[in-house]
């Protein structure tokens, strides 16, 4: 395989980065396929494109697979851009590799390699021990892993990737002193949180939020902002709601909450050591985890959902001392806070209960990686900067 920079192509391929962006982009059309990356394929010709195509869900065809269907007779001698590593095993569709060298491709151009054990390098390897030439532009690498964070980072760590996701007004209040906090922020943020919904394979929360605001933490696709276009790539993306997941260390979810009715799975982890369903519905599942003083150990949850759930983005949504935990625990990647403009006071409550910080060289960095306008709020993108 060979590695090139944008500013190494010659004059012959200098177009190369401009289909592995289509590619890139053709990957985003869907807004998940967990437990599966999200992976774009363009096909050129003659520095034409023949065929394009995206993993739409897992199970579905492949992206190369789609492109290559697409493409039909005019994929022979094609070149390949792929956003990712194309697959050199079976899992519930064909290798990729093997349509692609079927094909009769003549180069393949990727951007990342996967990190998937079954594959990293395997489908690299393939496809060279079958006369394909075999391209990396790494130039591409970085965005080939943002497009796919979660799946990298389960794959490399067992760890899902974890996004918290607050609200708060510009002087850092959440709610006033009474608990009303119903709406902060506008319809735009409150539809953009449905987009962090749906692209996440678990929702978390904790017990006390249950109790205190009895959310639902489903997607709700009317609200996502969608066109039609949209709605249709995504239809099979939104069959299935998010697992809902609930923190409560001494079972106190009542079998009324909103968010264990609805369609969708949820897992109640618990430090009781003889939990029970009773009530609570088929469709909910109460799971002892590891803890400590009677606290549910917030790593292992994660733990578990990797690896015996395939959760790899899960969105916090919790009140300040369970979202605090986490962030205290350097288990939070990355931080979404949305901004009312609005001041609630010294009275209202605070973003987070985070404690034990004598000094400012205790404080937690963060290092803000996007901010925009969301209709009249602010959202603030922001990744807290660990020791480690």
């Not at 809902?244 to 982890?269: M, N, W």
Request: glycine share 8%; net charge negative; aromatic share 4%.
């Amino acid at each position: 395989m060979k590695t090139f920079s944008n500013n190494e192509l010659d004059a012959d391929i200098i177009d190369w980065p401009v289909y592995m962006q289509r590619a890139l982009d053709l990957a985003c059309n869907v807004i998940s396929a967990s437990p599966n990356p999200r992976v774009g394929c363009v096909l050129v010709k003659e520095k034409l494109i023949v065929g394009e195509g995206w993993h739409i869900a897992a199970g579905q065809a492949h992206a190369e697979v789609m492109a290559l269907q697409h493409a039909g007779d005019q994929a022979e001698s094609a070149i390949a851009f792929v956003s990712l590593e194309p697959c050199a095993h079976t899992g519930r569709t064909g290798p990729c590799t093997t349509a692609l060298i079927q094909a009769g491709v003549s180069k393949v151009v990727i951007a990342g390699i996967d990190p998937n054990p079954l594959v990293s390098g395997e489908g690299v390897a393939k496809l060279i021990a079958a006369g394909i030439e075999v391209f990396h532009l790494a130039d591409f690498e970085s965005a080939a892993r943002a497009i796919n964070p979660g799946y990298f980072k389960l794959k490399e760590t067992g760890l899902p990737y974890v996004r918290c996701k607050m609200a708060m007004s510009l002087d850092g209040r959440t709610a006033l002193a009474n608990g009303e906090s119903k709406w902060i922020t506008g319809d735009l943020a409150r539809s953009d949180v449905q987009y962090l919904r749906a692209s996440s394979s678990a929702i978390i929360t904790g017990v006390e939020t249950v109790l205190a605001d009895d959310p639902s933490l489903n997607v709700r696709s009317n609200e996502l902002g969608f066109s039609k276009a949209q709605l249709e790539r995504n239809r099979l993306a939104l069959v299935e709601q998010p697992l809902r997941v609930i923190l409560d260390s001494k079972l106190r979810t009542p079998d009324t909450a909103k968010s264990l009715t609805g369609e969708g799975s949820v897992k109640i982890f618990t430090a009781q050591e003889t939990p029970g369903n009773e009530g609570l519905g088929s469709n909910v599942q109460v799971l002892v985890a590891k803890h400590s003083g009677q606290r549910v150990n917030l790593r292992s949850v994660l733990e578990s959902l990797a690896s015996d759930f395939a959760c790899s983005e899960v969105l916090l949504e919790a009140g300040a001392t369970l979202s605090g935990a986490f962030i205290q625990a350097e288990l939070v990647d990355e931080l979404i806070i949305y901004i009312a403009p609005m001041l609630l006071g010294s009275d209202a409550r605070a973003l987070l209960n985070i404690s034990g910080l004598q000094s400012l060289s205790d404080s937690i960095n963060l290092d803000v990686v996007d901010l925009r306008k969301v209709g009249k709020d602010i959202r603030v993108t922001a990744r807290p900067v660990y020791s480690f």
